[in-house]
C-alpha cells in the first residue's frame, strides 16, 4: 500500500529499492521562495541493517511495507544472532545483532517482545523507547549538591552512562535505548 512521503512517520516500515526498511528519524521542511518543500528520512535497511538518507517530495509516493506483528519471548543468543519464540506455535525466528541495535545490550532471556515479520521471516523486533535497569556501580558526588551534579555509572549490561548524583548503587533508573541517557528513576 502506498502512502504519501508527507506522511512518513519515525517507525513506519517501508518499502524502499526493494528492501524493508525502518524510519528512525524524519525532517520535514517547508521551502521558501523558490525552493519546494522537502522531507528528509533516515532509515535502516533491515536486511543490511546499514543506515541511509533519503530526500523525498512531500507528494511523491512510497510504499508501505507489508509486516505482520506477533509477540515472542526471547530464548538466546548465539554469537550475532538473537532467538525468539512464538509461544503459541513454538515457531522460532532469528534476528541479527545489528538490526537491534542499542537494545540487544538491554534485552533478557525471557522478555516478551513484539517482533515484525514479513513473508513469514522476522525482520526487526519493535524497541521500546525506554527501558528499566539497575545500577550495578556508582561512585559518590565529590563535589557540588547531589541535585546539580551528574556522575558517571555503570548499568546492567556493562555500560556506563552519566546518572544525576543522588543516584546509588542498586537503584534501578530508567533509561533511553537509542540514546543510552538517564530518563528517571523507578
Not at 521562495?33 to 507528494?59: C, E, W
Not at 509477540?71 to 534476528?95: G, L, P, R
Amino acid at each position: 500500500m502506498a502512502k504519501l512521503a508527507s506522511d512518513i512517520h519515525k517507525g513506519d516500515f517501508l518499502a524502499i529499492d526493494g528492501n524493508i526498511c525502518r524510519v528512525i528519524e524524519v525532517d520535514k521542511k517547508s521551502g521558501g521562495g523558490q525552493f519546494g518543500s522537502i522531507v528528509h528520512a533516515k532509515y535502516m535497511d533491515l536486511k543490511t541493517g546499514h543506515v541511509h538518507d533519503k530526500r523525498f517530495n512531500p507528494s511523491e509516493k512510497v510504499e508501505e511495507a507489508d509486516i505482520q506483528l506477533i509477540e515472542a519471548v526471547f530464548s538466546y543468543k548465539d554469537q550475532d544472532t538473537y532467538y525468539f519464540m512464538d509461544e503459541n506455535t513454538y515457531e522460532q525466528f532469528e534476528i541479527n545483532e545489528r538490526v537491534l541495535s542499542n537494545y540487544a545490550k538491554f534485552i533478557k532471556e525471557n522478555d516478551k517482545v513484539e517482533l515484525v515479520l514479513h513473508n513469514g521471516e522476522a525482520i526487526a523486533v519493535n524497541i521500546p523507547e525506554k527501558v528499566k535497569v539497575k545500577v550495578v556501580q556508582t561512585g559518590e558526588v565529590t563535589s557540588g549538591t547531589d541535585k546539580s551534579v551528574w556522575k558517571p555509572a555503570i548499568i546492567e549490561g556493562n555500560i556506563e552512562i552519566m546518572v544525576p548524583g543522588f543516584i546509588k548503587t542498586g537503584d534501578t533508573i530508567v533509561i533511553s535505548t537509542e540514546k543510552l541517557e538517564y530518563i528517571g528513576r523507578e
